[in-house]
C-alpha cells in the first residue's frame, strides 16, 4: 500500500487529486489546474509536498573519501554551506542516481530520488565497506517542502530567523522556521530562485499552514506533480527513469559537466573517460513540436520513416503556449534544427531539434 505523507488531509481537504507515486500518495493537482499552478510558480510562487523524496547523511573520518569515491562531481570542492548536484554511477558509467549534496559542519547531506531510496541506500553500504564512515537513511524523521517562485523570499523571510537575501544560489543555511529547526537550501527543481525545506516530520503540517497564510495574500498556491513536472521540463532538467537511467550515462545526457574526471579514481570513473572520448552514439535533445501533438514518455521518434529514437519526457509549456519534450536520438539527428517525428498515435507528427534549456533559469539569466 502506498504511504500517506504527513500533509495527506491537507491535501485531501483542498481537494487536491490524489496519485500514487513512488511510494506514496501524492497531489497531481489542485482544483486550479496544473496550468495555473505551472504559471503562478513562474510568476508569483508555488509550494510543493515533495516529502518521498529521500535523504541520507554521510558522517565519519572518511566521508569526503568516501563520496569522492561515489560521486562524479569533485566533493572537495564543495565547502562548508554549499550545495551542488552530482551523479552516482555504477562501473560501467550508467546512473545509479541524480543526487544534491549538502556539505554540512560536521559532514554531508545528500538527497535522492523516491523511487530510488532503498536502492540508493543499499548500493552507499555496500560500496561503504572500505571507508570509516556512517551512512544513515533519514528519510522517515525528516520533511521535506519546495517554496519555488520568484516572490518565494518574500514569503518565507517573515517566517524565518535567517537573513534569506544573503543566501546564494546553491547554498544552504541551518536556521529556524516558525521556531522549528530548519535546513533551507536555494536550491529546487523548477527553474526559478526558491527553496527547498528540510525539518523533523512531526512539524510539516505546522509549516505547511503558516507558509500558506502568509503566502496566499501575495498569490503562493499549493502544487501538485503535474506542475512540477512541466516546470523542471521546461528547464530541461533530468527525471531518473525518464532522461536518466541505468541503461544511460552522464556524457549521453549531456550531464558531462557534473562529471570531473581529473578529481582521480571513483566509480565509474574509466567508462565515463572512455565514453566522452570516443563520444556517445546518441545525445539527449530538446525539441518543439512544428505539427501540433502531444508528445508522451515512450513515443517514437522518426526520421524518414525509420524509427531512431524515444522521447523521454514531452508536455504542453504553459509559458511556451507550445507542445514540448526531450529525446534520446542518433548524434547525426542531434544538431538545433533539424527536423524529426514523432510518432503519435500511429502518425508521424513533424518536430524540430532546439537548443536546451526551452526556459532559462532564475540563476542563469
Known amino acids: 500500500m502506498p504511504k500517506k505523507t504527513a500533509l495527506y488531509e491537507r491535501h485531501v481537504e483542498r481537494g487536491a487529486r490524489m496519485v500514487e507515486f513512488a511510494g506514496y500518495w501524492l497531489p497531481v493537482q489542485y482544483p486550479t489546474g496544473p496550468k495555473e499552478e505551472h504559471l503562478r510558480v513562474r510568476q508569483a510562487a508555488g509550494l510543493f ?22 560521486m562524479t562531481a569533485d566533493v572537495s570542492k564543495i565547502q562548508v554551506g554549499q550545495a551542488h548536484y552530482a551523479l552516482m554511477c555504477y562501473h560501467d558509467g550508467t546512473i545509479v542516481d541524480d543526487t544534491f549534496i549538502y556539505r554540512l559542519p560536521e559532514g554531508y547531506w545528500v538527497v535522492i530520488n523516491a523511487a530510488n531510496n532503498a536502492k540508493d541506500t543499499r548500493w552507499m553500504e555496500v560500496q561503504r565497506e572500505r571507508f570509516e564512515v556512517r551512512v544513515d537513511n533519514v528519510s522517515e524523521e525528516t520533511y521535506m517542502l519546495a517554496l519555488q517562485g520568484p516572490l518565494a523570499e518574500r514569503i518565507l523571510q517573515p517566517l524565518c530567523v535567517a537573513d534569506l537575501s544573503r543566501l546564494a544560489y546553491h547554498t544552504f543555511v541551518e536556521t529556524r522556521v516558525v521556531d522549528v ?63 536518466i537511467s541505468a541503461e544511460r550515462t552522464p556524457i549521453e545526457a549531456g550531464l558531462g559537466w557534473a562529471v570531473t574526471l581529473e578529481k582521480g579514481a571513483f566509480v565509474g570513473r574509466d567508462a ?41 519526457s514531452g508536455i504542453y509549456s504553459p509559458t511556451m503556449d507550445d507542445f514540448i519534450g526531450m529525446a534520446y536520438v542518433p548524434v547525426e539527428f542531434s544538431r538545433p534544427g533539424t527536423e524529426i517525428g514523432i510518432l503519435i498515435r500511429g502518425r508521424a507528427h513533424r518536430a524540430r531539434v532546439v537548443r536546451k534549456p526551452f526556459y532559462v533559469p532564475a540563476y542563469r539569466r
Not at 222 to 229: E, I
Not at 230 to 237: D, K, P, T, V, Y
Open 49 to 70: 509536498d515533495i516529502d518521498h523524496m529521500g535523504q541520507v547523511r554521510v558522517t565519519g573520518r572518511d566521508a569526503l573519501s568516501f563520496l569522492q569515491h561515489l
Open 181 to 243: 529547526p530548519t535546513l533551507i537550501g536555494r536550491t529546487g527543481y523548477t527553474g526559478e530562485d526558491g527553496f527547498e525545506l528540510y525539518f523533523p516530520r512531526e512539524r510539516a503540517v505546522h509549516i505547511w499552514d503558516r507558509l500558506l497564510e502568509v503566502g496566499e495574500p501575495q498569490g503562493l498556491i499549493p502544487c501538485g506533480l503535474a506542475a512540477r513536472d512541466s516546470l523542471r521540463l521546461e528547464a530541461c532538467m533530468p527525471l531518473y527513469g525518464q532522461e
Open 272 to 312: 565515463l573517460l572512455k565514453a566522452q572520448l570516443e563520444g556517445p552514439d546518441e545525445r539527449l535533445v530538446a525539441f518543439c513540436m512544428v505539427e501540433r501533438g502531444m508528445p508522451r514518455h515512450g513515443y517514437p521518434v522518426v526520421v524518414n520513416g525509420q524509427e531512431v529514437g524515444e522521447v523521454t
